[in-house]
Structure formats: structure tokens, C-alpha cells
């Protein structure tokens, strides 16, 4: 991918600067069609152009990739718009989250640009077979284009339900009705990206090469495949049928597509290119390691970031500065606060329930190592909060004094100890934070684009999950059994003795935590409405001056007393907006807006 951005970079810089002989008038800012598509690595440009323009390959949201010179802001929307948690300082979706969506819009838009992606591999898929170059690479590119063009529709059909499917390069001079097409049923637009994966999964190499990372392979296909068809089958079992089909998918299909995400998951875990990553021996670090070490065994399709500044030619983002504890450059950090609900979502490693005694907490006092003993390893590769260690210290939320008259002083020191911690948002925050993916190498007082991670689009831990929930909606409680048991072997806890869906839907939000799927599953599973209508708790962590243990004091209604999340029927389906249908006579507004 890096060469790629070369490739597009001399590619501007001499097409705009060299001359010609003083006779030769063709244009020097044109490149004709021939000269274009009879190059290879002109074609690896034009195709780079629309990768750079899926920002969605980056949990979803805008800013957090491509977009800007520095690659941010990263607003993690897609995780703060679920249950796992909420927004502490840049605030973009709380109006959202507490019912605000309306015939507007604004939220996780995904209908423009993509449509002008898929305008530019409309013509790449046209005129690349075609070209003067390499058979060999022809097939691949096209392969990755038809990849490119799918995972947009799968993007938006989860959104919206059925859009206007258009395959095929447009003109100004096509039929009006070509040019103003109506929206395609929701299954039919799950049917296409399904079988168009079908259909290339065999144009793209099974190993990806060092030199082609963050480019998809046969499995990325696959995987895209089973994620579709596991929302496809979702949406047929829970859902209903609306506006003749434009949303929704008969229940009767419900068998065929969670076979199809059952099939694809299987041929991706037969063909042993891919495992669960598995090599450090503490089951905490390793679980951490597996977000931060490039090229490793479990990430099948990753968008690709390098440290340093898009400005000094680099695709870096800046999910570090944003996301980590106190101290960085602007006092700030903990963008997104985890719910206390997420914390006791984590087992303890015997498989117990991780639900906290709260009433019992509030009384004595604890240290963490007492609070969280014997936890879900995950836990703390997951979410980091008091006393979670960071960069050579420990984390610091603690938020007031309790006094030897057992009084709370919250401002100031007493004794010579502070009464607020270094976390900046200890009071207005949860008294936790997102720990997944953070560097701690990375320097937060420098630039803020700089984060190198790589962001994994599929992994093998989703496929084993994807092989699980398929199987057992299939009635084969053994195999989703077996992989449930290899996620929570490879985390560090008991095994299950018998399967349910709840249980199925728990190991979910616990592997998969912060990784931008929670809000997709409340809406496929049809259960959003009441997840997603909560308001939710925190943890404040008040230091006792005598022992220098903590007094926990549970905060309820942490999203505010006045109304709080809400999450309506006709949420299941974001709206198209009023400027798209006056624009497009022919595309009606989802029901509810």
C-alpha cells in the first residue's frame, strides 16, 4: 500500500510539473484514457484513489484515517453510539444516542462518498480487463475492486437497508431512470455482496505478500462473506418486512444465509492460513499484543498505518493521542468512557459472573487487586482504570479525600496527597477507559497523527465467533460450542459446558469489545431497543487518606438524570434524509422519520 501512495505521488507530481517540447500543445494537467489505463502502475493509482477514500475501513468513522493532513480527529462514534460506553470530551454523538436521529441525519453517513467510490471501481471494473498490461495482475486488481465496491454496499445496506445498486459506469447521456435509480431490496443487496465474493474469492491470492499488506485476499473475501451473510441471516430470523421489501429479508431465508456465513467461516478455518494469535505467556499481554504486532497470525485484513504524519508522507492516525490516560499534550485523553455494565461484563477466569455486588462495593474499603481479582484476562488487556499500569505509573482517576472525620474533600490536597487524580475526566467520566490498541511507546505529548497501529477489519477470533452464532442458529450446538471454547481457551478462562444464544452474544461483546461491531449486533439481533435504551452506570474511586485504599461510590444515570439513551424502532434503519429523496424522486424515507 505504501508503494502505492509513491506510485499516486510521482504520478501528480509529473503529470503536473514536466514539460513538453514548446510545439507539443496536449495539455500537461491531462492523462488521455490510453495512457491511463495502458499502465500498470497508473491503474495501481487510480485504484489506491479509492482506497483512500474508505474511511470506513477505520471503525466507520470520519477523521479517522485518510481524510485530513494529520488523520484526525478519531471520534470513535461506532463504540460510543452502542453500550460499551461513552464520549468524555469531544461529544459528536450524544444527541444521537439519546433519540435525537432524525429525518437529517448525520449519524455514521455513509451514502455520498460512497457512491463516489463506487463510481470510480464502476469504471476500474470496466475499463482494466480491457488493458495492454499483465493478465495476471488485471484479474487480481479487478478482484479487489469488486472486494472494494461489495464492502461499500455491505456498509450501506446495514445502514440503511436496500440502496440503489449500481454495477456498471454511468454517463451523463444513460436514461434518466439509470441515472435516478430506485432502492434495491435489503436482500438483494446482501445477495450481491455475497455472491460477488463468491465469484472473486478465487482471483485473489490466498498469502498476502509484506509488500501488498492492507490489500485483500481470498480469505479477506471470505470474511466479508461471513460477516454479510451472519447480518443477512440475522435480519431475516428477527426482523420484518417493510415497504415491500426495500428492508427487510423473508424469515424464510434465514436457514440459507446463516449456511452461507456457517460455510464461508469453515473454509477460511480449513484452510489454516489464519489462527488465533497466541504467543505471549500471560494471557493479559497476550490479548493486548494481538492489536498492537503488525503481520500477525490472527489479522486477515487490516488497514495499514505507519508512525509518522500524513504531511511527512506517512498514513499515520491518531487513535493514541485521543484514546490514552492522562498525561498527553492537551491534558486530556480517555476519549471514550467504558461503562461500569461493560467492566462486569467480563467473567472471572472460573466463568462465573462477572456482575459486581454494588451495594456491598460501596461499603469498607478496597484496593483494585480486591475489585478485580481473578478476572476475565480480557479485562485487562481491554479497558484500562485506577491503577492499570501506563508508561512506568499507574493510572490515577481517583476523584476526592476521604478524611479521618470520614468527610470527602474533593479540591486541593490534604496530608499531602491531591484530591483528584492525573485523569482529567475523573469526575465527568466513568472511571474507566479503552486500553485496546494503545501504544505505549507512542509519544502523546508529540504529533497527534503519528499512531502506527494497524486497524484489523477481520480477524480470526471474529470468524470463530461468525462460525459459532451460525452454527448454533443451524442446530449445531457442538461445533459453536468448540468455537466458543477456543476464544475463551486462548483468553485465559473456564471452558462452557452448554450453549446458548445469550452466551453466544456474551463472548461476542467481550472479544470483539471496542472493535466497532456492538452497535451492527443490537441492530441485526433486533434487541436495540431495550440494550441500547439504558442508562448506564460508573465508578468513582475516592482515596482514603488513612490506608490508601479506595471508598467506591457506583454513579447511576452516568449519562445524565434528564432522559438518557433511547433507541427507537425505527432506529434499526438510519434515515436516507431529506436532501438525498429531493434530489432522487425515486428513493422513499425509511418508515418512523
Known amino acids: 500500500m505504501k508503494r502505492l501512495l509513491i506510485y499516486l505521488s510521482i504520478?501528480?507530481?509529473?503529470?503536473?510539473?514536466?514539460?513538453?517540447?514548446?510545439?507539443?500543445?496536449?495539455?500537461?494537467?491531462?492523462?488521455?484514457?490510453?495512457?491511463?489505463?495502458?499502465?500498470?502502475?497508473?491503474?495501481?493509482?487510480?485504484?489506491?484513489?479509492?482506497?483512500?477514500?474508505?474511511?470506513?475501513?477505520?471503525?466507520?468513522?470520519?477523521?479517522?484515517?485518510?481524510?485530513?493532513?494529520?488523520?484526525?480527529?478519531?471520534?470513535?462514534?461506532?463504540?460510543?453510539?452502542?453500550?460499551?460506553?461513552?464520549?468524555?470530551?469531544?461529544?459528536?454523538?450524544?444527541?444521537?444516542?439519546?433519540?435525537?436521529?432524525?429525518?437529517?441525519?448525520?449519524?455514521?453517513?455513509?451514502?455520498?462518498?460512497?457512491?463516489?467510490?463506487?463510481?470510480?471501481?464502476?469504471e476500474f471494473i470496466k475499463r482494466v480487463p480491457t488493458s495492454p498490461v499483465d493478465n495476471a495482475f488485471k484479474k487480481r486488481r479487478v478482484a479487489e475492486a469488486r472486494f472494494l465496491r461489495a464492502y461499500n454496499y455491505f456498509s450501506m445496506v446495514k445502514r440503511y437497508g436496500g440502496v440503489p445498486l449500481v454495477t456498471v459506469a454511468q454517463s451523463v447521456k444513460d436514461p434518466i431512470d439509470s441515472l435516478y435509480p430506485k432502492r434495491a431490496k435489503e436482500q438483494e443487496v446482501y445477495d450481491f455482496v455475497i455472491e460477488e465474493m463468491e465469484a472473486i474469492k478465487n482471483d485473489l491470492p490466498e498469502t498476502i505478500a509484506a509488500t501488498d499488506v492492507g490489500r485483500p485476499g481470498k480469505f479477506a473475501a471470505l470474511a466479508l462473506e461471513s460477516r454479510a451473510a451472519l447480518y443477512a441471516g440475522s435480519i431475516a430470523k428477527f426482523g420484518t418486512i417493510q415497504l415491500n421489501g426495500v428492508l427487510g429479508i423473508p424469515a424464510s431465508s434465514a436457514q440459507s444465509y446463516f449456511q452461507k456465513s456457517y460455510d464461508a467461516s469453515k473454509e477460511i478455518i480449513d484452510g489454516n492460513k489464519f489462527s488465533l494469535y497466541n504467543k505471549q505467556v500471560d494471557k493479559a499481554t497476550n490479548f493486548r499484543r494481538l492489536f498492537l504486532d503488525k503481520n500477525n497470525p490472527e489479522a486477515i485484513f487490516v488497514r495499514p498505518h505507519t508512525y509518522s504524519n500524513r504531511d511527512a508522507g506517512g498514513n499515520g492516525w491518531a487513535y493514541d493521542f485521543f484514546q490514552c490516560p492522562s498525561p498527553m499534550a492537551w491534558g486530556g485523553g480517555n476519549q471514550d468512557g467504558p461503562y461500569l455494565e461493560m467492566a462486569e461484563e467480563f467473567e472471572y477466569a472460573d466463568g462465573t459472573p462477572g456482575k459486581l455486588n454494588r451495594d456491598f462495593i460501596q461499603q469498607g474499603l478496597w484496593t483494585t487487586d480486591q475489585l478485580w481479582k481473578n478476572k476475565d484476562p480480557r479485562f485487562f488487556a481491554t479497558i484500562f482504570t485506577q491503577n492499570t499500569p501506563w508508561k512506568g505509573a499507574l493510572v490515577d482517576f481517583h476523584y476526592g479525600i476521604n478524611k479521618s472525620d470520614g468527610t470527602i474533600q474533593t479540591d486541593g490536597s490534604y496530608n499531602g496527597k491531591l484530591a483528584k487524580g492525573d485523569q482529567a475526566w475523573a469526575v465527568t467520566g466513568t472511571g474507566f477507559g479503552v486500553l485496546k490498541y494503545l501504544d505505549e511507546a507512542k509519544d502523546n505529548f508529540g504529533e497527534r497523527g503519528t499512531s502506527g497501529t494497524d486497524w484489523i477489519v477481520f480477524r480470526y477470533g471474529e470468524i470463530l465467533l461468525n462460525y459459532a452464532e451460525a452454527a448454533f442458529e443451524l442446530g449445531d450446538n457442538n461445533d459453536a460450542t468448540l468455537a466458543i471454547n477456543k476464544i475463551r481457551e486462548r483468553a485465559g478462562i473456564a471452558p462452557i459446558t452448554l450453549i446458548d444464544r445469550d452466551k453466544i452474544r456474551h463472548e461476542r461483546k467481550v472479544e470483539l469489545a471496542y472493535e466497532g461491531h456492538r452497535y451492527w449486533d443490537l441492530r441485526r439481533w433486533r434487541t436495540a431497543v431495550t440494550d441500547l435504551s439504558i442508562n448506564n452506570s460508573g465508578l468513582r474511586y475516592v482515596l482514603d487518606d488513612a490506608t490508601g485504599n479506595y471508598k467506591l461510590i457506583v454513579v447511576n444515570q452516568i449519562d445524565g438524570t434528564n432522559g438518557g439513551p433511547a433507541f427507537y424502532s425505527f432506529n434499526y434503519y438510519l434515515p436516507i434524509t431529506l436532501a438525498r429523496t429531493a434530489n432522487n424522486k425515486n428513493l422513499v424515507e425509511n418508515p418512523g422519520y
Do not use: H
Open 11 to 122: 504520478f501528480l507530481f509529473c503529470f503536473s510539473s514536466c514539460k513538453k517540447d514548446v510545439l507539443d500543445k496536449v495539455p500537461l494537467d491531462i492523462i488521455s484514457d490510453n495512457t491511463l489505463w495502458s499502465d500498470q502502475a497508473l491503474i495501481d493509482a487510480y485504484l489506491t484513489g479509492a482506497y483512500s477514500k474508505m474511511y470506513i475501513l477505520t471503525n466507520e468513522t470520519y477523521g479517522n484515517d485518510w481524510n485530513t493532513g494529520e488523520s484526525w480527529p478519531v471520534w470513535s462514534d461506532i463504540n460510543s453510539i452502542a453500550d460499551e460506553g461513552r464520549q468524555n470530551w469531544v461529544i459528536t454523538v450524544n444527541g444521537y444516542k439519546n433519540g435525537n436521529l432524525k429525518i437529517g441525519g448525520g449519524l455514521l453517513e455513509w451514502w455520498e462518498n460512497s457512491y463516489n467510490v463506487i463510481r470510480t471501481l464502476n
